[in-house]
């Protein structure tokens, strides 16, 4: 089990590193899915594995983080689905 829990903390620090760079190098735009999206993977799996070790300061930071990530890709989920497709004049 520590084992599954080393390898899921190096994951969720390789995917949070990743996502930082990327939008730091303009790869990648703050606001969107995939950023909010690595965000939110990656704050759970570091939550996770900081609970597995009772360190609790840093699990309640990483749900937070990954709560905030996920309401951000909600909001981008809705205003996907509220934008009017763009429609031609007609001739």
């Known amino acids: 089990m520590s084992v599954v829990v080393t390898a899921l903390g190096w994951v969720g620090a ?7 760079i990327l939008v730091t190098r ?6 969107s899915g995939r950023y ?12 996770a594995v900081a609970a597995s070790s009772g360190v609790w300061p840093s699990v309640v930071t990483n749900v937070v983080w990954a709560a ?9 989920v809705r205003a996907r689905r ?9 001739a």
């Open 14 to 20: 390789a995917l949070c590193l990743t996502a930082y």
């Open 26 to 31: 303009g790869r990648w735009s703050p606001t």
């Open 36 to 47: 909010q999206a690595a965000n939110v993977v990656s704050g759970l799996m570091l939550g």
């Open 68 to 76: 905030v990530a996920l309401h951000a890709v909600t909001s981008l």
């Open 82 to 90: 509220h934008r009017t497709p763009s429609v031609p004049p007609a």
